[in-house]
């Protein structure tokens, strides 16, 4: 899969991502991984109640502008909440919901 080697946020993401299939080419790439759950009916694996490692909660991705995938992302995006600066940039949309006790889930897993 070339989003593998194209997601410049990869290296961070699977710093936190807990999912268990290192075989999966959708690993650390969380907009692709969120679509292919998504599409399945399914939540992604840390947002099914995974912990969230506590030293994971400063990692900062890139800018949204730097993403190849933003406006692509922008169009799967249902969030509503205008203000919000994470749409189009799912891996910041999940470094903000997975263990926010206010805020627990994005809108794209709200099902």
Known sequence: MAAAADC????????????PNE????RGICCLCLQNHVAR?????CLR???????TRS???IAPAKC???????????????????RGTCCDCVRNHWG????P????QRA
């Not at 075989?23 to 959708?26: G, K, S, T, W």
């Not at 190849?68 to 994470?86: H, I, K, M, V």
Request: net charge positive; charged share 20%.
């Open 8 to 19: 410049p946020n990869r290296a961070v993401n699977l710093q936190m991502c807990p999912c």
């Open 23 to 26: 075989a999966c080419e959708r």
């Open 41 to 45: 009916g399914q939540k992604s694996f």
């Open 49 to 55: 109640g995974a912990e969230r490692p506590a030293g």
């Open 59 to 61: 990692l900062k991705g």
């Open 68 to 86: 190849d995938r933003y406006q692509a992302n922008l169009g799967f995006c249902p969030c509503d909440y205008e203000p919000c600066t994470n």
């Open 100 to 103: 926010n006790a206010t805020y």
């Open 105 to 108: 889930m994005p809108a794209c």
